[in-house]
């Protein structure tokens, strides 16, 4: 059985970093900007942005497992040439900026590639300089002297083109992964590895068959585990871990084939066990097969539990609109056809210009700016038409009383723009309407910092 509500509460109460947590990152992330663009330092001259990567542009962060675990956040520091150093200076010259900081001096730690910012409690930020040259993006290793080719921006793009395949579920199913993976210790693979592996199996395809194939949590998490361990066991040696966003690179070095064949062992015993507790329609029995994957703590939440689930999902804002209420529009989403949009983040006046969309970020943008939305792809026939909705969520907007939720028509520029007032998780949706049925429809997340 699937046990819709059982994921949902394992997820909020056990895997997902708590919202505080995440707030504070932002907050810390913020302010490490803000001190990188105007420090008194040569590297305040070259900045260019700051870019999220890793688990928090990707979303993927979990909350501590174990102990001695912790959680981190990487942030890209952009910055401009400079042909007079090496590639071992950036480090170097980064740590040097922070030291010179009464605030920062003395939780930095220069490491290969980055400067770690420690803090109190169980989390850090991993600062790394980051460039165009030649025309391609590197990051440096100090410790080898050399820039290494990359595509961090190129990477976010991707997963989350995948995300949007499965409806968002894609990113909730790797924490899950990454929680087994911290919970169980039964094999290690680093996070960027296991969320490149995961999002890979990913195929729009597969909803011309099925439109269902990525229709819920747990559906997500068995189809993309089986046809991982479809592509594992074709492999027994640890096959070439292209990047997928820089093809010329990839992650063979980051693994081993020993961590591989542990990996591809544990993997195919996960996928049989979660497709058996999927398939079982005894609920108690069900239940016994997700506990031997995820623990005790994969429970019947509570029902005051499930009030606050259901309230912290429910319509919380005052005259929210809805498509086939409010509009008589029905919503049938064909497979044939999709929509996609990209957000970016519009100049302001005495601030740098963000450089690239908004998914190359992560869906991380500061508070105060104004994001362009456009219609970048529609395969819908025309005509068609286009409405918009734009949902604020979590503490701030509440308090202010915005957390919106109307639905306005497209004026017919394909673009809509929107600015970043309140903390917290949000997103805009975009409806294409062919012959008065909602047929395509896309989501971009919006965490404003």
Known sequence: MKLLKYFDAFLVNTVNLNQTRLDLLGERIEAITNFLQSCDHELAGMFVQT???????????????GPNDGFDADLLLEVTEDTGWEAEDYVDRLYEAFRGSTTYKNMVTAKTRCVKVNYAGDFHVDVVPYMERHGEKFIT??????FELTNPEGFNSWLDEKNRTTGGRLVKVIRLMKYLRDYKNTFSVKSFILTMLMADRVNSAKLLDDDKHYQDIPTVLKNVLAALHEYLDANPTMPLLADPSCPTEDFNHRWNQEQYANFRKWIQYYSKKVTAAYDMQD???SLALWQEVFGDDFKAPTATAVAALEASLSVVASGEKFLEHDFHIPTQLDPRYRVRISGR???KDGFRSFKGSLQSRGGVVGKQRVIRFEVTNCTVPQPYEIYWKIKN???AAKRANCMRGEIVRD?????????TMYPGNH?????VVHNGVCVA???????IT
């Open 51 to 65: 870019v999220p990567q890793g688990s928090y542009a990707h979303r993927t962060i979990i909350k501590p497992v």
């Open 141 to 146: 290793n100090s410790e080898n002297n050399e």
């Open 283 to 285: 609920k108690d029995a």
């Open 345 to 347: 983040i519009l100049p």
């Open 393 to 395: 969520r979590g503490e």
């Open 411 to 419: 004026d017919g520029s394909g673009r809509r723009d929107e600015p």
């Open 427 to 431: 997103y805009l949706e975009c409806y």
């Open 441 to 447: 429809m896309d989501r971009q997340p919006v965490i």
